[in-house]
């Protein structure tokens, strides 16, 4: 586990003896703005300080460590925050990554800075970052040696210098710093270093493209080619050249993992989404109707509120198709009835996973709702005609409406007839007036039957 910066401060100040320690003490005092990072800049009089009251040189980058490092956590909070507040602004440029922001970035003209020998306004923090990690030798590709004098003297550190150890330590320097925050910051930062939240744009971005270039060539050709070439502003695909704004990601992501690239891509999302890019990169060539096709036109269902009518009477796959052509709820195509009983084929199992892929209320796809509610708006939908005319929508509205009522039938026969009746009485929608009426018919002769003497105990009502 990567140590945090107040652990190095710790083991830093437990290295230093009791003389060493009163003079930490007094520069402390003397300095309080640099230790608590009103200042980042170790002026020439506290190096001075700090040099004159050693012993040696081993004494003095000892006590220089623990003021750079106090210095780094007391001000890196706030770094990081404007670092985060970029994101959105940046998040498409390869200079935006933590380490180049503490190199490059400039403070008064708020972009990262161009010239190759000035470095950026909070580059004396990555200075003390990288100076305790020399002393520790814990850099990685760094050639140590008793006279080399590299990063010596602060002051003298060359930019160069410093991009050639953030080649190889970035993400060292990155977890140091992400340790070290408040834990929200962290979580936030992590997303962002991680390419965790950019990766979830983008396949939000991929879905999202498909109905309009599902047929593109380009597009067919999948994942890789919309990363490196799709225009996000034009909503259209690139020249080779000019690349699309993801292609920073694809990059990255190759740099990192080489051919595992696109592991490495589906390991950064969660659940649905994951799944459904996955599938969808899979698909893509194919003809034919595709799993993506399905889930959209269970979206669509969701959007025109139509789905809950569908799960509750997708019962065996069967009854959920003829209830919507028969109330005419929708015009469906012979694309979308297919549709319709492959997502429905199974009842409310296979329905279920397609809910559970839909973006729409993604995060909690479970839908709960009162049967009979949604009976009665269905009904509210059915043209009075239609209904009068259609016996197998009659036959399924019917058959849904008696098992509103079979528990409490079973447990008080009158009452329920008589609760029926009531509710004929109160009801003022035609389809459902007369759908209770004909559920009334059922029940009452169900009654009137199990009373015929000798006739009751051979009754058997099959469900």
Known sequence: MTKDLKQRIDETYSQ??????????????SFPEYFTGREMQPTQPLLDRMAQGSKDKEEASLIMDYAFLNCVQSRIPEVVTKFISLYDKFKHNSSYT???????????????????????????????????????????????GEDSGYLAEISGVAKMGLVSVIAKNSELIEKIVAES?????????????????LVSEAAQAFLDAYPHHKDSPLYQRGLEVFLDRYDLSNHRFTGKIQGGQYRTLLYSLVQKHRAGWKRAFFELLDDPIRERVMCLDQELGKKGIREEDRIRFV?????????????????????????LLAAKIES???????????????????????????????????????????????????DPRV???????????????KQQYEESFVEDNQATIDKLKQEIEDEKNPVQKELLKRTLRHYDLRRRISNVEGFKKKLTVIR
């Open 299 to 323: 979206e669509r269902l969701m959007d025109q509120d139509l789905i809950k009518y569908v799960q509750l009477l997708a019962e065996d796959g069967a009854d959920a198709e003829e209830i």
């Open 98 to 144: 933590l380490c180049n922001f503490l190199l490059n970035w400039n403070q008064e003209t708020q972009d990262f800075e161009g010239e190759k020998n000035r470095l950026g306004s909070f580059s004396p923090l990555l200075i003390g970052i990288v100076n305790h990690l020399e002393r520790t030798r814990e850099l990685q590709g760094f050639l140590y």
């Open 387 to 401: 209904f009068a005319g259609n016996e197998t929508l009659a036959a399924i509205l019917l058959e849904k409406s």
């Open 181 to 197: 925050l408040p834990k929200d910051q962290t979580t936030e930062l992590k997303e962002i270093l991680s390419g965790e939240r």
């Open 332 to 382: 469906l195509s012979p694309s979308e009835r297919k549709m319709l009983h492959q997502v429905t084929s199974k009842g409310k199992r296979s329905l279920g996973k397609y809910l559970g892929l839909c973006r729409v209320n993604a995060r909690n796809t479970a839908l709960s709702y009162d049967a009979r509610r949604s009976l009665r708006d269905l009904c509210n939908v059915i």
């Open 16 to 29: 230093l003896g009791n003389e060493q320690r009163t003079l930490a003490g007094d520069i402390e005092t």
